[in-house]
T-cell receptor
Framework: DQQVKQNSPSLSVQEGRISILNCDYTNSMFDYFLWYKKYPAEGPTFLISISSIKDKNEDGRFTVFLNKSAKHLSLHIVPSQPGDSAVYFCAASPGSGGGADGLTFGKGTHLIIQP | DGGITQSPKYLFRKEGQNVTLSCEQNLNHDAMYWYRQDPGQGLRLIYYSQIVNDFQKGDIAEGYSVSREKKESFPLTVTSAQKNPTAFYLC??????????????FGSGTRLTVV
């Protein structure tokens, strides 16, 4: 039973345009969400997070939107750059205590930025 | 610079052998985690530890064992009971208390191949 779903295994976007990566979750106990970026043969690196008390969090070119009623979040990257080509993982945690019990990850979306 | 070090980066094991993957952090983080990544499977939690001398099974703990004798170290042993050990293994750590603003810090991973 997959609690965090990223239904698009891959996404191709032209350089300079907006990239939108989607994530759905089923566990209503989740209240903290994170996005990670991963290059091949490397560990994931933290990108941006959002608490369930917010519906938007922005950091430079990256914005995460959260729709709690739909149990859906999305990551917007604008403008997309070649270095953004990577696998993006959505992750969720229950409780504001900080996910010390282990984050639940989606399967990832491979973002490809085309010149 | 603080961080997480995983070693070795590549590891080859014969069938029927146990092998131990190293994970060391100097971030003074309380919690540490082991994840496994398989193609198309995302990251799955094997074991986690919130404090020294305590650890909990994750979603796919069968065939694995861990120890947490020191705060800085969380080695993972892949035993001969693990039926499909070939995978990319990731270690991570986090501050246990308070909200996770930056999520987990991941190591660079160990690729284990059974030959």
């Amino acid at each position: 039973d997959q609690q965090v779903k990223q239904n698009s295994p891959s996404l191709s976007v032209q350089e300079g345009r907006i990239s939108i990566l989607n994530c759905d979750y089923t566990n209503s106990m989740f209240d903290y969400f994170l996005w990670y970026k991963k290059y091949p043969a490397e560990g994931p690196t933290f990108l941006i997070s959002i608490s369930s008390i917010k519906d938007k969090n922005e950091d430079g070119r990256f914005t995460v939107f959260l729709n709690k009623s739909a149990k859906h979040l999305s990551l917007h990257i604008v403008p997309s750059q070649p270095g953004d080509s990577a696998v993006y993982f959505c992750a969720a945690s229950p409780g504001s205590g900080g996910g010390a019990d282990g984050l639940t990850f989606g399967k990832g979306t491979h973002l490809i930025i085309q010149p | 610079d603080g961080g997480i070090t995983q070693s070795p980066k590549y590891l080859f094991r014969k069938e029927g052998q146990n092998v131990t993957l190293s994970c060391e952090q100097n971030l003074n983080h309380d919690a540490m985690y082991w994840y496994r990544q398989d193609p198309g499977q995302g990251l799955r939690l094997i074991y986690y530890s919130q404090i020294v001398n305590d650890f909990q099974k994750g979603d796919i703990a069968e065939g694995y064992s861990v120890s947490r004798e020191k705060k800085e170290s969380f080695p993972l042993t892949v035993t001969s009971a693990q039926k499909n050990p070939t995978a990319f293994y990731l270690c991570a750590s986090s501050i246990r208390t308070g909200t996770i603003l930056k999520g987990y810090t991941f190591g660079s991973g160990t690729r284990l191949t059974v030959v």
